[in-house]
């Protein structure tokens, strides 16, 4: 019998971050909740002291100069899901997440670029009054995936 969990995985990153300390917090959390890799597109922080439990040497670290340099090196079979709140953008509480995908965080300021936007298989948001800080938005989606409920599985 093959387990469910057997072919999945999940990457988690952040385009253009702004600063440092939200990086360290999400690849922190990003080790406890199961990921697989993290990354970095364009601005790029290697030691982060919110990092506590050294996640960037426990797990394997990307980084990517431009967004086009990252789409071209996503997994094969991965699906990009782009977190943003836009009106077109599928509620989290009622979202099956790929078994095999990379989520794709914007800064707070900036959100996703158009481009990331326009690339994304899917792109989801979640309940919010306002924009809330990366790690803390990254961290949700993480936890949701985390919920026992169906996944998206891409037709062959």
Request: with cysteine.
């Amino acid at each position: 019998m093959i387990d469910n969990f057997e072919n999945e995985f999940f990457g988690i990153g952040i385009q253009n971050g702004k600063t440092p300390e939200n990086l360290g917090v999400l690849w922190r959390t990003a080790q406890n909740m199961g990921a697989s890799y993290i990354f970095t597109i364009g601005n790029r922080y290697a030691k982060q002291a919110s990092d506590t439990h050294n996640a960037v040497k426990s797990m394997p670290y990307f980084h990517y100069n431009t967004f086009q340099d990252f789409y071209q090196n996503l997994p094969k079979g991965a699906m990009l899901v782009g977190v943003e709140l836009t009106k077109d953008a599928i509620a989290l509480e009622t979202f099956n997440h790929p078994k095999r995908c990379v989520y794709l965080l914007g800064a707070e300021d900036h959100g996703l670029s158009k481009t990331a936007i326009e690339k994304s298989h899917f792109l989801i948001k979640f309940k919010s009054e306002l924009s809330v800080n990366v790690a803390v938005a990254g961290s949700i989606v993480m936890y949701d995936r985390g919920i026992d409920k169906p996944r998206f599985i891409r037709a062959t």
